[in-house]
């Protein structure tokens, strides 16, 4: 069955690493989308990417980025990690200009300490 | 850009009774809206959706109606039952030909015994 799976699953890092979020979809799918939800603020996008080669900022991108080779792989890196940055972060796909459904992932708990 | 803004933050009803989650949205251009639901520790999961064209959209306990000229669109579940307890998200997407899905903060349903 296709899937989008995410890894980590947790992940405890100290302030100013560079840390990398994967997120991996076997949907075929061309959209894919990274937020990161708290509490009081719901799920916030932070960049996606309709297809190979395409990025783009979401509502809250600063201290993010995102790069895409290939269809299955949207990869989250957090420059230098900041405790601001502490947060759930879900990854989703979805059929490119089709208004429908997105799946997401399982989600990574980061914390920034 | 779009703003979805979502009311109320939490809800609790006796079981059996009904629930109604309100959203509003801002960029008249958006053409897609879904709604999610995140039970304790999971992923968000798509439960309906509704495209401008239509008005109102039924699944068995819960129903959709969309406003377009007043911009607000609501989410209503019936007979309500313990394991409608969860964080539900209302979003828009399809703005000016685009599908990222802006998410609203999402109301936390306590379904009382």
């Known amino acids: 069955d296709a899937e989008i799976t995410q890894s980590p699953r947790h992940k405890i890092t100290e302030t100013g690493r560079q840390v990398t979020l994967a997120c991996h979809q076997t949907?075929?799918?061309?959209?894919m989308f990274w937020y990161r939800q708290d509490l009081g603020h719901g799920l916030r996008l932070i960049h996606y990417s309709y297809g190979v080669h395409d990025t783009n900022k979401g509502e809250v991108s600063d201290g993010y980025s995102v790069s895409r080779s290939n269809t299955e792989d949207l990869p989250l890196t957090l420059e230098s990690a900041a405790s601001s940055q502490t947060s759930v972060y879900f990854c989703?796909?979805?059929?490119?200009?089709?208004?429908?459904?997105?799946?997401f992932g399982q989600g990574t708990r980061l914390t920034v300490v | 850009g779009e703003n979805v803004e979502q009311h109320p933050s939490t809800l609790s009803v006796q079981e059996g009774d009904s629930a109604v989650i309100k959203c509003t949205y801002s960029d008249s251009a958006s053409n897609y809206f879904p709604w999610y639901k995140q039970e304790l520790g999971k992923r968000p999961q798509l439960i309906i959706d509704i495209r401008s064209n239509v008005g109102e959209k039924k699944d068995q306990r819960i129903a959709v109606t969309l406003n377009k000229t007043a911009k607000h669109f609501s989410l209503h579940i019936t007979e309500t039952q313990p394991e409608d307890s969860a964080v539900y998200f209302c979003a828009a997407s399809g703005m000016d030909g685009d599908d990222k899905i802006i998410f609203g903060k999402g109301t936390r349903l306590h379904i009382l015994p």
């Open positions: 989703a796909s979805s059929e490119r200009r089709m208004n429908t459904e997105a799946f």
């Open positions: 949907w075929n799918h061309n959209n």
